[in-house]
């Protein structure tokens, strides 16, 4: 199990609840960008050093398609973080053209800063592409070791069909990565479909603020947004979900 995470409390929940392995990012609301240095060197303090940490490189939301300045800025956010001295296990990231092809000449410019000992994933920008089979072969051709896929459907329980014949297309030669909207509901339909291996999820709930003072007089606004009916509740992994979930996985490949 894959937690993608964007604070620490969500970290340490993940690894609470049992997962080895986090996807750090940012703004999780946006679909997951590029986290601060300093979440990472946290996490790599206080929770086990055995926890396998891929790290989100993205820079914005929105599409896929970057140009020269917003590559040169995640060729940035990639030697930042290699020169934190702070271990990063994988990268997370991704890029296209217009017409839903994959952007290799921009991928290879990323990945010719990052050292061969380091796992590559491409991002759901795959869900993207106008043809997944000659995506899969591009990419693994270009060295990345994982795809994260909901089976270019809205969710990785409708796109279960499709991730199973990306599976079998790829022979093994890649990782199909499930996810987007796994939880303990279709878990189990996922992987017993699709004969995935790993699988990718949030397993959130919303938390509510701790603010106690309410400021009704005025209308303010955050993420553009009235708050006038809001309490600025976040989502934040739950351990409990995890527990639950690592149960199901345990069920369907080791009972």
């Known amino acids: 199990m894959e937690v993608c995470v964007d604070s620490f409390e969500s970290a340490l929940a993940a690894v609470q609840g049992g997962a080895q392995r986090i996807e750090l990012c940012s703004s999780l609301d946006q679909g997951g960008l590029t986290p601060s240095i300093g979440l990472l060197r946290l996490i790599r303090q206080r929770l086990p050093a055995e926890l396998i940490v891929f790290v989100m490189i993205r820079c914005r939301g929105g599409d896929f398609v970057y140009d020269e300045n917003e590559l040169n800025v995640m060729k940035e956010e990639i030697q930042s973080f290699l020169q934190s001295?702070?271990?990063v296990d994988g990268f997370v990231f991704g890029a296209l053209h217009p017409d839903g092809t994959?952007?290799?000449q921009s991928l290879k410019t990323l990945i010719s800063h990052i050292p061969k000992d380091i796992s590559l994933t491409f991002h759901r920008a795959f869900d993207f592409i106008a043809k997944w089979e000659t995506g899969i072969d591009q990419l693994i051709q270009l060295g990345f070791h994982r795809i994260l896929t909901s089976g270019q459907e809205t969710n990785a329980y409708y796109g279960r069909?499709?991730?199973?014949?990306?599976?079998t297309h790829a022979q093994n030669r890649i990782i199909i990565l499930p996810g987007c909207g796994i939880n303990m509901t279709n878990l189990e339909s996922i992987l017993r479909e699709t004969g995935a291996k790993e699988f990718h999820?949030?397993?959130?709930?919303?938390r509510p603020s701790k603010m106690i003072y309410k400021n009704f007089q005025k209308r303010i606004c955050l993420n553009g947004q009235n708050t006038d009916e809001e309490d600025n509740s976040i989502q934040v992994t739950d351990k409990e979900k995890v527990k639950l979930?690592?149960?199901?996985?345990r069920k369907v490949f080791f009972k």
């Open 85 to 87: 001295n702070q271990r």
């Open 102 to 104: 994959i952007d290799i």
């Open 161 to 167: 069909k499709c991730i199973r014949q990306m599976i």
């Open 201 to 206: 999820a949030s397993a959130r709930v919303r």
């Open 245 to 249: 979930m690592m149960d199901i996985y």
